[in-house]
């Protein structure tokens, strides 16, 4: 059975303390047994989606590493095996990238290409990491981590500065709505801890227009502010990486006034003891939910009363975003997968026609008139493109009307239209029910990503 290891030293891992480190492992292992932070505790605490991103070479995985290795998240196994690896490449330290990037590509080449997700724990709060790669030509990776996280982590070499790939980033960050980011200025040791250097890049990254950001300087090789203050930059007297990362506000982001509820299974038993049980199951897109309430059924525009709000063990006071639960309605009515129940005060865009931020992503280019389907929610409709609006230059960032396709990782405008109602709101305002995927009619390939600008 494998455990969590035992830190021993802020600073990285040199081949000759490897020995002696494994003989911590063991000895953590038997003075404290085998828990990896799975108690009951640790999974009520709050959960924190983040996405690292960057450009090149910026250190992503290696502040990842760090984070999982200063946490005591790494099992004896992966320890040894990094040290192993990190041994045969002539290292003088361990690599802690190597615990992210997985695949033989990455670790071949060191850089990071599929999206890497890891999780771990702390007393305060439950994390899941994206590790997203940094060349353009994986966009659509970048898209696909960022899109359900609630922090961006960016980070920039403290040598370079800001450079092209932290302002595309910084834009995917932006137009996904990410509502915090960091900006970790790495490598610091490289600069020789200079907290001139460091004010220069911190201005540079204020003009990027990234929410509710927080720079802070780091070295992820030596772990210097991430998980413990570094003694050599005595002049940042701001909070560490995983001190902002468990005390980051999270709870206010959610919607708790625009009513959104998805209908993603009809639960009917068919058992003697629940003869007439018919309950609505899905997850909470948006308000706060309690029996009583009045609700529209859309697109049909039927409305009803909520009887009561259920999980598997227990009715509940109330469910807010993202509580999965099952809501039965009082009115006997015809409530199928993919409908929404919503607000009637306060309803969504019933909409036959789409204004979306697209990001392509298929090797065959997107054209106009093309046949695809679109699935919001648990709803699934086909669709045609009947213009593209613009492309994005990933160079300039900015905006390149009429183009006559999207290739493989563009982002462009795209205007939809429906062949059957959709229940939207703007990305914007909700980024559960204002997103979609795209898909090849004929594949069932998804093929791209989409946001909700205008809806009609």
């Known amino acids: 059975m494998t455990a ?14 490897m020995e002696r480190q494994s003989d911590d492992v063991r000895l953590w292992i038997r003075s404290n047994g085998a828990s990896v932070a799975t108690s009951e505790a640790a999974q009520s605490t709050e959960l924190l989606r983040l996405v690292t991103c960057g450009s090149v070479d910026d250190g992503k995985s290696t502040l990842i590493g760090r984070l999982l290795y200063d946490t005591k998240q790494i099992f004896v196994d992966q320890l040894e095996h990094i040290e192993d690896v990190s041994r045969r490449r002539g290292h003088e330290y361990v690599d802690l990238a190597l615990l992210t990037d997985g695949l033989r590509a990455e670790r071949e080449q060191g850089i990071t290409i599929d999206v890497a997700y890891r999780s771990f724990v702390t007393p305060k709060r439950r994390f899941q990491l994206a590790d997203a790669p940094g060349h ?51 490598k610091m040791d490289l600069v020789g801890w200079s907290e001139e250097r460091f004010e220069e890049v911190a201005a540079e990254l204020a ?15 030596h772990g210097d502010n991430v998980v413990e203050r570094s003694g050599r930059m005595p002049w940042y007297d701001g909070p560490l990486v995983l001190e902002h990362l468990e005390t980051v506000e999270i709870a206010s982001d959610r919607d708790l006034d625009s009513r959104r509820f998805p209908v993603q299974w009809v639960v009917r038993p ?3 003891e629940h003869h007439d049980y018919r309950g609505y199951a899905g997850q909470v897109a948006g308000g706060v939910w309690s029996a009583g309430d009045e609700v529209v059924v859309l697109p049909a525009g039927v409305r009803a009363r909520v009887e009561a709000v259920e999980t598997l063990d227990r009715p509940l006071e109330a469910a807010i975003p993202p509580m999965s639960v099952t809501i039965r309605l ?38 106009p008139r093309a046949r695809l389907v679109v699935k919001q929610t648990s709803r699934s409709v086909r669709a045609i493109a ?10 300039t960032i900015e905006d390149v009307p009429a183009p006559d396709r999207l290739e493989l990782n563009d982002i462009g405008a795209v205007r939809l239209r429906l062949s059957e109602p959709l229940c939207v709101d703007p990305y914007g305002e909700n980024r559960a029910t204002g997103a979609f995927v795209l898909i090849d009619e004929a594949s069932n390939e998804t093929v791209g990503a989409g946001m909700v600008l205008l809806a009609t």
């Open 136 to 186: 353009v030509q994986y966009t659509r990776n970048m898209v696909t981590g960022a899109s359900t996280a609630e922090l961006g982590i960016v980070l920039v070499d403290a040598r370079q500065g800001v450079v092209e790939q932290t302002r595309r980033h910084a834009y995917i960050l932006s137009i996904l709505r990410v509502p915090h980011a960091v900006a970790a200025v790495n």
């Open 207 to 221: 003009g990027l227009g990234l929410p509710d950001l927080r720079v802070i300087p780091i070295s992820a090789l």
């Open 330 to 367: 009082a009115n006997d009515i015809d409530v199928s997968r993919g409908d929404m129940l919503a607000d009637p005060a306060d309803p969504p865009v019933v909409a036959r026609e789409l204004e979306a931020r697209i990001c392509w992503m298929s090797e065959r280019p997107l054209e």
């Open 4 to 17: 969590p290891h035992r830190r021993s030293g802020g600073s990285a891992v040199s081949p000759s303390r």
């Open 386 to 395: 009947d213009e593209l609006v613009s492309r994005v230059d990933v160079h």
């Open 270 to 272: 068919m058992a003697d």
